[in-house]
């Protein structure tokens, strides 16, 4: 599979959040402001290119070769954890000012489960390292791709008529039920 | 089996080691405060509070960015902890409420209709909303939809219902709503909050100088609620039964319905409301906010020494009240005479607001009895001045120091106190005021022949109470008008026989508007009496500078009064406020009450170490245009409430308190004439 192949796969096709459904909880918890969703995207996108290499290290070089890929999850668990608050700590001295634009997001996403995800479908899918940085990035992209045209419609549906029982996330749950539909398209491009 | 548990433990500690190592390189200097706040918020990262997480709520709690409440799942106790963390001050440690600002509702006119926007914010968004009125409520229900504890619904008059039972003051209504009409605020914050632009306001609510909220005790009183009457009164002036007796209402003036009918008598259903608390015999419990051990001297106790300490106590401060005379009460007492204020009421009400824990320390003169100095060594975080305006204007003629003269406050005080003065038999006062009035009207309870009151203008130009000067012609007091002293006439023993005047004659007006009297030459005239009373006005007295400390530093003005900022009450001394008669010079006790808590806000905020600037968009008593009509549809004309006083036979032979209160039926009666009025809307009459 070439390069542009995969980066399509990874935001359209197979994107982590409309069409694999992981990384729920930050899609519907800072979707309600735009400022907020890019905040988060860009976030996502921060740790997922540093955990999604970082893993794929750790499991090559010392799992495989210990032969202990069957404590994979609890390994990329700890790993992304103590990365996560390695970064925060990092950014805080070193670039206060990233850090005041991410830093907040960080401890939110330390384990969520889109980062698990890619890093885990990363290994699966036997990508060379170089694939898994692609893929760890264009998947995060994906991810903040979704995040931001969702919190678009939800500030209008903000503004419009709901019936109460529908009213605010069982509306945001119907309406990303219809845009994850609306990926199905990009089903068998690639 | 054991590589797996050597791979897991290595891993560990590797990752712990790391991370220690790197909060020693990386470590940044943050608030300490910032991680004991942290460690005593709820921790479920709910974002409840309107941050990221509860780390980001305490940097901002730390900040200031945050209400110390912020966080809406932690006990009370935390709450006060954090406070604890973050210093005291008014307001942190006391849950959060929220409050409806507009009860106009449906009855506000609508300007447009957008069919098709049924939110709020959505409607909000076009031209600033359906409604006419720019403040006012649009009725959509975003709070209802923005609460997640069920504690607001729209009431069947088409506003919102805050439960203040439910309410948890987590503050989502007040950022759902567009037009800010609900606000979650501490009592403190309410107490302590200006009359702003912004606010939904009635005209007469504008006017009254204390900022009470008229229409809505009396929309209380109208529903039978007197106790809420009395507490919405209380939020804004602790003297209500000395008000509603004295005050010359200046928000019935500004009365909606006076534009088409006579105004509502907002000042007996204050009175009618008061008396109906003392008469109960039992007082309504007054909430204070929890301490915060500052302290704040009181320099005299009149109305607005009384109405800071009060706020100050409320919102947790521990005022002291140092007063020169043998009792508290000021002008209230030593001015205004029994018949119209009896000291017995003036005495109930005084003790209910030392009650909620103020010292008061009386027969303490500062500069006599105490100096300033001693003041900051005994601990006080500030100073407040309300020395009222005791010094009485000499009329600068000759012959006024022979026996048989008087000054106003002079003579009032001594009354006031009992003791005794010798009294004439035919007696001028000289002044407009209510001073002159006040004198006229004791003396002649106190048995002479025949008062005369001398003042340079006509009636129209009299300063004092309209209802003053028509209960004093009822009573038989003369006028002598257009009349300037020119000398006082005695006999060999220095005894007063006589006042010599010039006619006066109306010229152009002056300055303040009115018309300045001219002397007519050659007019002297001579009244036959053997006491005379001068009342011309009154300045403060500030014999307690120039002892070389502090207080010399103070800027005075030119009519001995104290330079303040009129917004904040502050003087050029940081730690020193002013207000009152001592600021305004002599005026009205409204004005001192509500100067009184306009300095007892700076005074709290100087005391958290806050700048002390005015509150943005304050209105100080000015107008807001849109809401001053010219003419007002929908209104029935309907008699106003007479005021019940004693016969004119009876009462000039006694002290008894002249001017009685309404009946209850008068009460609901005069109450349903109110329009209700908000800035824009009220209640139209049908026909
Ligand atoms: C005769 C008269 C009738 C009035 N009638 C009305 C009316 O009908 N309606 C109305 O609204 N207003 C009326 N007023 C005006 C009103 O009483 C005053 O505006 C009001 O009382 C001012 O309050 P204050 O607290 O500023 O001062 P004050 O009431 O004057 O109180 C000042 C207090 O400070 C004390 N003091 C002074 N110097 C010292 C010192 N060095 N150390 C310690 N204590 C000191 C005094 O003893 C006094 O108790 C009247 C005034 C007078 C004189
Ligand atoms: S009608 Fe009632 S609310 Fe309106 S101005 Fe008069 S007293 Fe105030």
């Known amino acids: 599979m070439g390069y542009f192949e995969l980066i399509i796969a990874c935001v359209f096709v197979n994107n982590i959040l409309l069409a694999q ?159 994850s539909l609306a990926f199905f398209a990009f089903q068998g491009m690639v | 089996m054991i590589e797996s548990i050597l791979f897991t433990f290595g891993l560990g500690s590797v990752c712990g080691l790391i991370l220690s190592f790197a909060s020693k390189i990386f470590y940044v200097y943050e608030d300490p405060r910032i991680a004991k706040v942290e460690n005593l918020l709820a921790g479920a990262n709910c974002g409840g509070c309107g941050f990221a997480g ?25 709450i006060s902890e954090i406070a604890v963390i973050m210093g005291a001050e008014a307001g942190t440690a006391e849950p959060l409420k929220s409050y409806n600002n507009c009860d106009g509702g449906n009855r506000a006119t609508d300007r447009f209709i957008y069919n098709g926007l049924n939110t709020c914010s959505g409607v909000a968004s076009f031209y600033g909303g359906k409604r006419d009125c720019t403040v006012g409520c649009l009725g959509l229900g975003d709070c209802v939809r923005a609460c997640g ?112 009918d006579e105004p509502v008598s907002i000042n007996q259903l204050k009175r009618f409301v008061a008396d109906m608390e003392m008469n109960s015999g039992k007082r309504l419990p007054i909430e204070c906010a929890p301490d915060t ?18 706020f ?14 043998p009792k508290l ?31 008061g320390h009386t027969n303490v003169r500062l500069g006599v009895d105490f100096d300033f100095g001693s003041l900051i060594a005994a601990g006080f975080d500030a100073v407040f001045f309300s020395v009222g305006a005791w010094n009485d204007y000499n009329l600068g003629i000759p012959g006024e120091d022979m026996d048989g003269c008087f000054t106003g406050i002079d003579f009032l005080a001594k009354i006031g106190n009992q003791e005794e003065v010798e009294i004439g038999r035919r007696v001028a006062v000289i002044g407009g005021g209510n001073t002159a009035i006040d004198c006229c009207r004791t003396l002649l309870r106190k048995g002479v022949d025949k008062v005369l009151l001398v003042y340079r203008r006509t009636r129209k130009e009299m300063p004092a109470n309209e209802v003053e000067i028509v209960a004093s012609e009822e009573e038989g007091i003369e006028f002598v008008f257009l009349a300037a002293p020119n000398k006082v006439i005695g006999n060999e023993e220095n005894q007063v026989t006589g006042l010599e005047y010039l006619k006066m004659e109306l010229g152009e007006p002056d300055a303040s508007g009115r018309r300045r009297p001219v002397p007519v030459a050659g007019s002297e005239t001579v009244l036959d009496v053997d006491m005379i009373i001068t009342a011309i006005g009154q300045s403060p007295e500030l014999g307690f500078r120039g002892k070389g400390d502090r207080l010399d530093d103070l800027d005075i003005t030119r009519w001995n009064t104290f330079e303040i900022d009129p917004a904040t009450g502050q003087t050029n001394v940081p730690y020193i406020f002013a207000a009152g008669d001592a600021a305004t010079g002599a005026s009205l006790v409204v004005t001192a009450i ?57 009462r000039i032979h006694t ?33």
């Open chain 2, 594 to 650: 509500g100067g009184g808590r306009r300095a007892a806000r700076s005074i709290d905020l100087f005391l958290n170490g806050k700048p002390v600037v005015p509150q943005p968009k304050a209105l100080l008593n000015t107008h807001i245009p849109e809401s001053i009509f010219e003419s007002v549809d929908g209104v029935k004309k309907r008699q106003r409430t007479k005021m019940p006083e004693l016969p004119v036979s009876e």
């Open chain 2, 54 to 78: 509860c780390s980001a709520a305490a940097e901002a709690i730390v900040n200031e960015e945050a209400p110390v409440n912020a966080c809406i799942l932690v006990a009370t106790e935390n």
């Open chain 2, 149 to 260: 504890f069920d504690a607001i619904h729209l009431g069947p008059n088409g506003y919102p219902v805050v439960d203040r039972e439910k309410c948890v003051g987590c503050g989502a209504c007040e950022a759902a709503c567009p037009k800010s009409i609900l606000e979650v605020r501490t009592m403190s914050q309410r107490l302590l909050h200006l009359n702003a632009s912004y606010d939904a306001l009635a005209p007469c609510a504008q006017t009254c100088p204390a900022e009470i909220d008229i229409p809505r005790y009396i929309a209380h009183i109208k529903n039978g609620e007197y106790e809420e009457a009395v507490y919405t009164i209380k939020e804004r002036n602790p003297l209500l039964l000395a008000c509603g007796r004295v005050c010359p209402h200046p928000c019935e003036s500004y009365c909606r319905r006076g534009i088409e």
């Open chain 2, 329 to 359: 009460g000021g002008m209230l007492r030593y001015g205004i005479p029994e018949y119209r204020l009896p000291k017995k009421v003036l005495d109930w009400e005084i003790q209910g607001i030392l009650n909620l824990g103020i010292e």
């Open chain 1, 21 to 179: 459904f992981l990384g729920n909880c930050p899609f519907l918890g800072t979707s309600k402001k735009m400022e907020t969703a890019v905040g988060m995207a860009m976030a996502v996108i921060f740790v997922l290119v540093l955990a999604g290499t970082i893993t794929w290290l750790v499991y090559t070089y010392i799992l495989v070769k210990f032969g202990l890929v069957y404590l994979r999850t609890i390994a990329f668990i700890v790993v992304i954890a103590s990365l996560v608050q390695f970064v925060e700590m990092f950014l805080k001295k070193s670039i206060p000012a990233l850090y005041a634009g991410l830093g907040i997001f960080l401890p939110l996403i330390t384990t969520n489960c889109a980062v698990m995800g890619v890093c885990v479908l990363n290994i699966d899918k036997e990508f060379t390292f170089l694939q898994a940085l692609v893929a760890s990035l264009f998947y995060a992209v994906g991810f903040g791709l979704a995040l931001i045209l969702f919190a678009g419609l939800r500030e209008r549906i903000f503004l419009a008529r709901v019936p109460k029982p529908l009213q605010d996330t069982s509306i945001a749950l119907i309406t990303a039920g219809m845009i």
């Open chain 2, 312 to 325: 100050l106590r409320r919102v947790g401060h521990r005022p002291a009240i140092f007063e020169a005379m």
């Open chain 2, 655 to 687: 002290f008894e308190e002249t001017d009685l209160v309404i009946s209850e039926a008068d009460a609901l009666y005069e109450s349903s004439r109110c329009l209700g009025c908000c800035r824009l809307c009220y209640n139209k009459e049908l026909t």
């Open chain 2, 293 to 310: 051990g500052k302290r704040v001297a009181v320099i005299g106790g009149g109305p607005a020494g009384l109405s800071c300490a009060y």
